[in-house]
Antibody
Framework: QVQLQQSGPGLVKPSQTLSLTCAIS??????????WNWIRQSPSRGLEWLGR?????????DYAVSVKSRITINPDTSKNQFSLQLNSVTPEDTAVYYC??????????????????WGKGTTVTVSS | DIQMTQSPSSLSASVGDRVTITCRAS??????LNWYQQKPGKAPKLLIY???SLQSGVPSRFSGSGSGTDFTLTISSLLPEDFATYYC??????????FGQGTKLEIK
């Protein structure tokens, strides 16, 4: 059974860096079939996909345009986990942050992707 | 980017009712559409992927249909545990993985 355990501070000051970690059990961050995502949720923005990291013979990252200049998602193979760093935060970054595994199912030539395992969420408040 | 619009934003229904929630994409997305259920204080839970495929362990009273731009999630007979917020999500192989704004299903 795959589980994701999130950790990190719940309060970050404006202009500082938000850092969260997602520890994986029951799967590998280096899996050739999964991707590892960060998603956040706030009343104003709803559910917002932020980015992902995945391994397909080498490491790849994808980021949402809205945060691309401020975000880094890194895998840590030694600890089987991945992390989120969001720089220069403002109160608009206040949200519940989730990590999630992205899996897929193949139907003939087509691949269907979905988030099938989620962390429990971390409430992050940006405030001085 | 493709936008996902759900309707209604909220819905009141009774236990035993049949309920349908709609998701519309701003352009054709074939059947690259997922549905999630979220209860207060919990992470979203995958219900359906590829528009109509039931995720393992999800009760058969949940079903999805549609292709192109218009999709529906149907709950055939509501149980008390089904009152939650439901989200659709674009699920191409490449991001962004845009979510709809959600439909809150409340007890009448």
């Amino acid at each position: 059974q795959v589980q994701l355990q999130q950790s990190g501070p719940g309060l970050v000051k404006p202009s500082q860096t938000l850092s969260l970690t997602c520890a994986i059990s029951g799967d590998s961050v280096s899996s050739n079939s999964a991707a590892w995502n960060w998603i956040r949720q706030s009343p104003s923005r709803g559910l917002e996909w932020l980015g992902r990291t995945y391994y397909r013979s080498k490491w790849y990252n994808d980021y949402a345009v809205s945060v691309k200049s401020r975000i880094t998602i890194n895998p840590d193979t030694s600890k089987n986990q991945f992390s989120l760093q969001l720089n220069s935060v403002t109160p608009e970054d206040t949200a519940v942050y989730y990590c999630a595994r992205q899996n897929w199912n193949r139907r003939g030539a087509y691949y269907y992707y979905y988030m099938d395992v989620w962390g429990k969420g971390t409430t992050v408040t940006v405030s001085s | 980017d493709i936008q996902m619009t759900q309707s209604p934003s909220s819905l009141s229904a009774s236990v035993g009712d049949r309920v349908t929630i709609t998701c519309r994409a701003s352009q054709s997305i074939s059947n690259y559409l997922n549905w999630y259920q979220q209860k207060p204080g919990k992470a979203p839970k995958l219900l359906i992927y590829a528009a109509s495929s039931l995720q393992s362990g999800v009760p058969s009273r949940f079903s999805g249909s549609g292709s192109g731009t218009d999709f529906t999630l149907t709950i055939s007979s509501l149980l008390p545990e089904d009152f939650a917020t439901y989200y659709c999500q674009l699920s191409y192989s490449t991001p962004p993985y845009t979510f709809g704004q959600g439909t809150k299903l409340e007890i009448k």
